[in-house]
């Protein structure tokens, strides 16, 4: 019985990981830094943040017994599919490569979208003076679009890019 119980882990309680981060991941809508943040708080809420960041100290525990591998390598492949869920296809299909890990995973979206930070300023920028209030249903949802814009130059901007 006591086997069993250290076994559970609270990432094996998530049915759904659409229901936690609502925002899939696309290359068109550039949600990357809000999917990434919902993402972390996701992964420390559920004990597998280490999957995907190293941590700061650099002495993160490495799994010695075959228990503990095998745990690992069941977390991982929790985690990894939680990715995979909350992007697009073409995100999928560009990232996806066969025994990859997490954090390789999650180190080649973050190439994706930070890597070209002048690009995608510039293409916010062009974004942001070309969104036209005709192009949605009410003022709010304009309005929402023209400040989740902002909020992505900012983060640009603050980054220096």
């Given at each position: ?34 999917w990434?943040?919902?993402f972390?708080?996701?992964a ?13 100290d ?70 942001f003076s ?32």
């Open positions: 019985m006591a086997e069993n119980k250290s076994n559970f882990h609270p990432a094996f309680t998530v049915n759904n990981i659409q229901t936690c981060i609502p925002i899939v991941l696309e290359m068109e809508n550039v949600s990357y830094s809000t990434a943040e919902l972390k708080i996701h420390r809420k559920h004990k597998v943040l280490d999957h995907i960041i190293p941590p700061s650099g002495k993160g525990k490495v799994p010695s017994t075959d228990e503990e591998k095998e745990l690992w390598a069941t977390l991982d492949a929790t985690v990894i599919s939680w990715i995979y869920s909350t992007i697009s296809r073409d995100l999928l299909n560009t990232i996806i490569e066969p025994d990859a890990t997490t954090m390789e995973a999650w180190d080649r979206l973050h190439d994706i979208f930070q890597d070209n930070q002048h690009s995608r300023v510039v293409a916010l920028e062009q974004e070309s969104t036209s209030m005709e192009d949605f249903p009410n003022a709010s949802a304009y309005f929402q679009r023209l400040k989740s814009l902002a909020d992505q130059l900012k983060k640009r901007w603050s980054s220096g890019f």
